[in-house]
């Protein structure tokens, strides 16, 4: 088990050694390298594009590149491309985000699942049980689910008063909002690009879900 001591970056070049695959996912252009730019040029507060979807005047008391967080059911943690803790008025919020360019959402929940194993069916319930979903679709992306459960669940452990999941998509044209939307629309009307919408969670808390468009400089 790693120690939770965390240490100050002082360039995006520090978040490199945090990747499941530094040699593969360290590249101008790949959505790794493209958040770390882009939260360290915001010089200790949120990228603007991110702000602008947590009204009014967020601020920033903390970001972990690359965070994990456990879940039920096997071993492998949901990494957050970015994890904050961010005061918005009188409220926190504990903040999920992925970061992307190219590359897709992963597996649909009907691909995960097969096989489903023990460990994957204890996964889901309790994914269901944390988002207050009953049966997701097949066509869910299994990234969306446990990404969004990881704030969840960091909301919860810290006491946060608001859980976020972010989508910071350098992609300038909107790649993949698609599986967003669709996974958005399980917890009412989904939010378009710049745009974010709440809905409450079985725990009391509401859930903020965002798609933002990074700013292109950082591909």
């Known amino acids: 088990m790693?120690?939770?001591?965390?240490?100050?970056?002082r360039a995006a070049e520090d978040w490199r050694?945090?990747?499941?695959?530094p040699q593969g996912q360290w590249r101008r252009g790949y959505s790794a390298m493209a958040a770390a730019l882009s939260w360290q040029a915001a010089e200790g507060?949120?990228?603007?594009?991110?702000?602008?979807?947590l009204p009014p005047a967020p601020e920033l008391l903390l970001a972990l590149p690359e965070h994990k967080v456990a879940l039920p059911g096997g071993t492998r943690p949901s990494q957050c491309d970015v994890f904050a803790l961010?005061?918005?008025?009188?409220?926190?919020?504990?903040?999920?985000?992925?970061?992307?360019?190219n590359e897709p959402f992963g597996?649909?929940?009907?691909?995960?699942l097969t096989p489903a194993t023990p460990g994957k069916t204890q996964r889901l319930a309790s994914i269901?049980?944390?988002l207050g979903l009953d049966s997701p679709p097949s066509t869910i992306r299994y990234q969306l689910l446990h990404r969004t459960a990881a704030a969840v669940i960091e909301a919860q452990r810290f006491g946060t008063d608001r859980a976020a999941m972010i989508v910071q998509s350098f992609a300038q044209d909107h790649r993949w909002f698609a599986?967003?939307?669709?996974?958005?629309s399980l917890f009412g009307k989904a939010p378009a690009g710049g745009e974010a919408r709440s809905a409450p969670l079985p725990c009391g808390r509401a859930l903020t879900l965002g798609w933002a468009t990074g700013d292109p400089q950082f591909l």
Do not use: H
């Open 2 to 9: 790693s120690t939770r001591i965390y240490l100050p970056s």
């Open 17 to 21: 050694d945090l990747l499941a695959d």
């Open 45 to 53: 507060s949120l990228p603007p594009e991110i702000a602008a979807l």
């Open 86 to 101: 961010v005061r918005i008025s009188t409220e926190t919020c504990a903040l999920a985000v992925e970061a992307k360019v």
């Open 107 to 112: 597996p649909t929940l009907a691909d995960w």
């Open 128 to 130: 269901c049980e944390l």
């Open 179 to 184: 599986d967003f939307e669709a996974f958005a």
